[in-house]
């Protein structure tokens, strides 16, 4: 079977990847001298923010070329390792972004790391505008003792995982307790927590990792806590999040009834989004009355509200209860433990300082930024000429693809506006990148990737089949 399934993919290797790397790029170089483009704007990160960014700057700006320059091999960022593989809607954006990077005023250059294989200072000599949207690939921390051990992981991570970043393959969460713990109730908080209740059969239809597959069939799982530190009038997770966990086949949605105490007396107090959310949470709490009594139909959602982390013990968590005051959840002395067999941290992302060029709050975790134009120093406020920021890397990671794309093309706009006001040089001769020894794929490795991918995931009925390792992407797009 191992023989058969590596001479399968020796054949689709062969069939994808022919000796393209140095005259694709010459390609892409000759294509961009032929559009009479002369304003050069490089993007650092491929997922929606540059995207969008992107579409946005080439339609306004006829006589503009861009280039992305992107870490991974592999482009769409969050899209493609983010957005859980049970949303394959959510991944149509894909689309809009392959119309985008067919532009040919538009260069894709993968594998490429800013701050390791080029310098912010190197490309702003090479270009007239830079525009950072490299996201937020850090986590934030509980703070707690015990924080690093095998059984704490981030939701970073667990998501990473499944969605086959490369790296990520090495994880193996520990699926072998009956209870997971996750910290945290935003909507990654219930994709991860849908991941690990999710039925095996709908989960092999998705682009789901075979080895997430094989871990997930071998799991333990039966009871999924998601704690969080406000009440259910604070829940961060949206309704569509929630309807699909309450229509998972073979699960219980468990809520505690005193966490909903005054809480349908509030509900005209309520904006339209929230007070859907709650009368979602109360009708399933009705439901949940009705079936008292009928034993569980297999495994367990719980949410858990009003508590806080407090600290890390074997097999269990520690968590203050909490009162809301002002709508900020202060902790009492009282204190309940969880069963933990595994916890997902799942508190938020950040972002981290590529290059030391770059005004960065370390405390916020984003770049400096006074709506996107970056700041020079933040006491006296005056900016970066020509440096911009969008996405998770300029507002801190909220907000769903939408607002990513709204924000970005707000960025793209004042781009615009700079560059219409003369507030950075666009005349002289800007060489645009070249990249000097270093393995670099572009649109049309990508598409051997992508090809190659559908075709092995097609064989097993799955949308693709994800290539996990840096070292086969780039045999693969013949690199
Ligand atoms: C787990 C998860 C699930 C989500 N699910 C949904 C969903 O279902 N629906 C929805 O609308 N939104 C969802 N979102 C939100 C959505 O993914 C974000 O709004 C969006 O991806 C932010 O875009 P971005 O371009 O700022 O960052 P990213 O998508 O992170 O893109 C940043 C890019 O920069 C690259 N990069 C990083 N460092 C460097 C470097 N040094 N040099 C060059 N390139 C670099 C990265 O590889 C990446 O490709 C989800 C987010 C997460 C975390």
């Known amino acids: 079977m191992r023989n058969f399934i590596y001479s399968r993919r020796k054949l689709l290797l062969n069939l994808y990847s022919n000796n393209f790397s140095t005259s694709a790029i010459k390609t892409q170089n000759v294509q961009q001298a032929t559009t009479g483009a002369t304003k050069r704007i490089c993007i650092v990160g491929a997922g929606p923010a540059g995207f969008y960014a992107a579409q946005y700057l080439l339609k306004q700006l006829s006589d503009c070329a861009v280039d992305i320059v992107e870490k991974l091999p592999v482009p769409f ?40 294989d080029v310098t912010l200072q190197e490309l702003r000599d090479r270009y007239h505008a830079v525009l950072l949207t490299y996201g937020a690939d850090q986590d934030r921390e509980l703070q707690l003792a015990n924080e690093e051990q095998p059984r704490i992981i981030s939701a970073r991570k667990f998501v990473a995982w499944y969605n086959g970043l490369p790296g990520a393959e090495q994880l193996q969460p520990d699926l072998s307790g009956r209870d997971v713990t996750v910290v945290g109730q935003g909507n990654v908080a219930v994709d991860v927590a849908r991941m690990l209740l999710s039925p095996l059969d709908s989960l092999k239809l998705t682009d789901t990792t075979d080895y997430a597959l094989e871990a997930l069939a071998s799991s333990k799982v039966e009871r999924v806590h998601l704690v969080g530190r406000r009440g259910p009038l604070q829940a961060a997770f949206t309704i569509k999040e929630l309807r699909e966990m309450l229509k998972l086949p073979n699960v219980d949605t468990c809520w505690r009834p005193e966490d909903f105490t005054g809480i349908a007396d509030q509900l005209d107090k309520l904006q339209r989004p929230r007070k859907r959310l709650t009368e979602l949470m109360l009708k399933s709490l009705g439901e949940q009355s009705n079936r008292k009594g009928t034993p569980s139909i297999g495994k367990q959602f719980l949410p858990v509200f009003l508590r806080a982390p407090k600290a890390i013990n074997q097999n269990e968590m520690e968590f203050a209860i909490t009162e809301l005051k002002n709508n900020a959840a202060v902790a009492t002395e009282a204190t309940e433990r969880l069963p933990a067999n595994l916890i997902l941290r799942s508190i938020g992302y950040k972002s981290s300082c590529a290059d030391a060029a770059i005004n960065f709050d370390a405390q916020r975790g984003h770049v400096c930024n006074l709506q996107g134009r970056v700041l020079k120093d933040n006491s006296s406020k005056s900016v970066e000429p020509g440096l911009y920021v969008a996405g998770w890397l300029g507002t801190g990671p909220t907000g769903v693809i939408l607002t990513t794309m709204n924000g970005a093309f707000a960025v793209a706009k004042t781009i615009c506006d700079d560059i219409a006001a003369k507030s950075f040089d666009t005349d002289a001769l800007k060489p645009g990148f070249e990249p000097a020894n270093k393995s670099v794929v572009t649109w049309s490795g990508w598409n051997r990737i992508d090809q190659y991918e559908r075709a092995v995931g097609k064989a097993k009925g799955k949308p693709r089949e994800k290539i996990v390792t840096i070292q086969e992407m780039l045999r693969i797009a013949g690199v």
């Open 77 to 116: 960022g969050l899209v493609r390792f983010g957005v859980a593989p049970d949303h394959p809607e959510v991944k149509n954006v894909i689309n809009t972004f392959t119309k985008t990077a067919e532009n040919p005023r538009l260069r894709f250059f993968g594998n490429v790391t800013l701050g390791t």
